[in-house]
């Protein structure tokens, strides 16, 4: 389990911004002391490659990474690759996420058996980093013996998050990841939960569950108006409750509720739908309101063993705002608090 001061503070950026955003808004983390700057890899935004790579070239200090690839959009060699570059670029500062990835039906791809996906994913990935030539016959990717990157790499073996809610895919980040991340919950109750779903595999692979960094995010909205704040989360919150609510075990959330938003939300109501949301349930799922609230539910997490809390878009009434005011008031609470 993490210390009390054994943590990292991240922001995830959604990759719908214009070139020189990014940098922007990476020099401002990486300037107020943010540890990781991730970039979610959502169906039909832009590649996180390209935001990835000019947050390097800005920066010198943060961890960088995309929060999630997918092995059925992207081959598992095409994501060594851009793994490589990114390492490369940041000078050894990336990480990779993978994930099943979400809504790929819209575009015609499926996704079978994903918990072997991903297991292979990453052995691919791994082999081509490592220059080893030794081949692979996975069931659903495959090297031939002697396949190899032409190209030099930064590091062998570059951190692995797993994103996962359920008890299979933590097992796999027990066995083969550096990090789980659960995106889109807020929920200290959740932390022991993803403990216990990491030890199958931890166990497995002859490793501790503490090897594994537990990484908890979800939308945030920070202002000073904290008002206006929790109202604007309130309506993020509506779009995805259904979704998280039935992933998460220790949230009591009464299916009538659930019914109301999401007939709302598909009236196009997002206002009204994020108005039936109660303060304890939005605690659960977001993280908003002023500096100070914010602080003490990322605080919470930190106190559950999380060893990472990455506060997510929109992060304010504006991103640069909201971006700044994580940077420089709710971050150093975190820190002051640990000391």
Same mark, same amino acid.
């Given at each position: ?37 991730? =970039? ?45 570059? &990114? ?30 996906? &991903? ?40 951190? &692995?998050?797993?994103? +996962? ?25 959740? =932390? ?62 009464? +299916? ?9 939300? +598909? ?41 990472? =809390? ?30």
């Amino acid at each position: 389990m993490s210390g009390p001061g054994d943590f990292e503070i991240g922001i995830g950026l959604q990759s719908d911004k214009r070139a020189g955003d990014y940098a922007r808004l990476g020099r401002l983390a990486e300037e107020h002391g943010i540890d990781v700057v991730s =970039v979610f890899g959502d169906l039909m935004y832009q590649p996180p490659i390209f935001p990835l790579l000019e947050i390097a070239a800005a920066t010198s200090r943060v961890r960088l990474g995309p929060a999630c690839l997918n092995p059925y959009s992207m081959a598992p060699y095409e994501i060594a690759g851009q793994l490589a570059a &990114l390492d490369l670029a940041s000078d050894g500062r990336a990480y990779l996420g993978l994930a099943r990835g979400t809504w790929l039906g819209e575009v015609g791809i499926a996704q079978p058996r994903p918990l072997t996906a &991903l297991a292979e994913c990453a052995e691919v990935v791994r082999r081509l980093l490592a220059g080893d030539t030794s081949g692979f016959a996975g069931e659903l990717f495959s090297l031939a013996p002697g396949t190899a990157l032409r190209y030099p790499v930064r590091r062998a073996r570059p951190p &692995l998050l797993i994103g +996962a809610w359920g008890p299979r895919g933590a097992a796999l980040a027990g066995r083969v990841a550096d990090e789980i991340k659960v995106g889109g919950s807020a929920n200290p109750a959740m =932390v022991p939960v993803v403990r216990e779903r990491l030890r199958p595999g931890a166990e497995e692979a002859g490793r501790s569950v503490d090897d594994v960094g537990i990484v908890l995010g979800a939308v945030t909205v920070v202002a000073a108006d904290g008002a206006a704040a929790r109202a604007r989360a309130r309506r993020e919150v509506a779009m995805y409750l259904a979704v998280v609510a039935e992933l998460d075990p220790t949230a009591e959330v009464p +299916a009538d509720l659930l019914t109301r938003v999401k007939a709302e939300v +598909a009236a196009g109501r997002d206002d009204a739908a994020g108005r039936l949301i109660p303060d304890d349930l939005l605690d659960l799922f977001a993280f908003s309101g002023t500096p100070e609230q914010v602080a003490a539910q990322a605080r919470r997490l930190i106190d559950a063993g999380v060893r990472r =809390v990455e506060f997510g878009t929109p992060h304010g009434l504006t991103d640069d705002d909201g971006v700044l005011l994580i940077a420089t008031e709710v971050a150093p609470m975190l820190r002051k608090a640990a000391r």
